[in-house]
């Protein structure tokens, strides 16, 4: 399994805080299953992105840490006037590998009205917005229509795995099973922050994906879509797509290799 959001880079947010303590989280990742892990340290007001810190960092932790799994550069980026300007400016300084997905998050208190705009902007210059655990972002859960019509324009979505497993409460998970009736669900990702309370599995849910909404479902959320991001092609034609997921007939096959930034 792929996991593409995931605070890992000790000392870089609120995540992980040690070497010590991210080698614990990686090995947890490893023994559930996971092979690729996306290190997204918070872009926004408290925590100031230096990618350069993170590339370093991302190579401190895979020579710490081995082989088994590997380590991918991204961000959790704030969706605020100042990171939008200097993403549309540089637009692979926050991205997935560099790549075309950027990882993004709403604020709590706030959806801007210009929202889809801004969206559009990143799509015209090339960024392929994914929407970070909207089931757990409650000014989300009464706009549905806003994010199918944010997906329609070529956003995408990300659930958190413990989510569905009742972690972030009863409200969250009946949210993220509505996305997934929807057909509004991309990727499942850990957003780990340690090896404990947040930590970086994905075993549990996709077997809870896979028994509620069926194995190639579950695969494609889990492994073959997150795959696509890793070497920033468009996403396959989702398995028994919705009728209102008209894009999904346009997007060619995945390539079966992707990059190990």
Not at 166 to 185: I, N, T, Y
Request: aromatic share 8%; proline share 7%; net charge neutral.
């Amino acid at each position: 399994m792929i996991d593409i959001h995931a605070h890992v880079l000790p000392g870089l947010d609120d995540g992980a805080q040690t070497l010590d303590a991210a080698l614990a989280m990686l090995r947890v990742a490893a023994r559930s299953g996971t092979t690729d892990l996306v290190a997204t340290p918070h872009a926004n007001i408290d925590f100031c992105f230096d990618p350069e810190l993170v590339r370093r960092g991302i190579a401190e932790l895979q020579q710490a840490a081995g082989p088994d799994v590997r380590i991918h550069r991204g961000c959790e980026f704030y969706l605020f006037s100042e990171n939008i300007q200097d993403a549309l400016a540089n637009p692979r300084k926050y991205t997935i590998n560099g790549g075309s997905y950027l990882l993004v998050e709403f604020p709590d208190l706030l959806i801007a009205r210009n929202t889809t705009e801004l969206f559009r902007r990143l799509i015209g210059g090339g960024t392929i917005p994914v929407i970070g655990h909207p089931e757990r972002n409650y000014l989300l859960h009464s706009r549905i229509e806003e994010l199918r019509a944010w997906v329609e324009l070529g956003c995408r979505v990300q659930v958190t795995a413990q989510s569905f497993l009742g972690r972030f409460g009863s409200d969250a998970r009946r949210f993220a099973e509505r996305l997934m009736r929807s057909g509004l669900v991309h990727f499942v990702a850990s957003d780990c922050h340690d090896a404990g309370d947040r930590p970086p599995r994905l075993d549990e849910a996709y077997a809870y994906v896979a028994r509620k909404f069926g194995e190639d479902r579950a695969r494609a959320l889990f492994v073959t879509n997150p795959g696509a991001v890793l070497c920033g092609q468009p996403l396959p034609p989702a398995p028994d797509a919705p009728p209102r997921r008209k894009w999904s007939r346009f997007f060619p096959r995945l390539s079966p290799k992707w990059g190990n930034g």
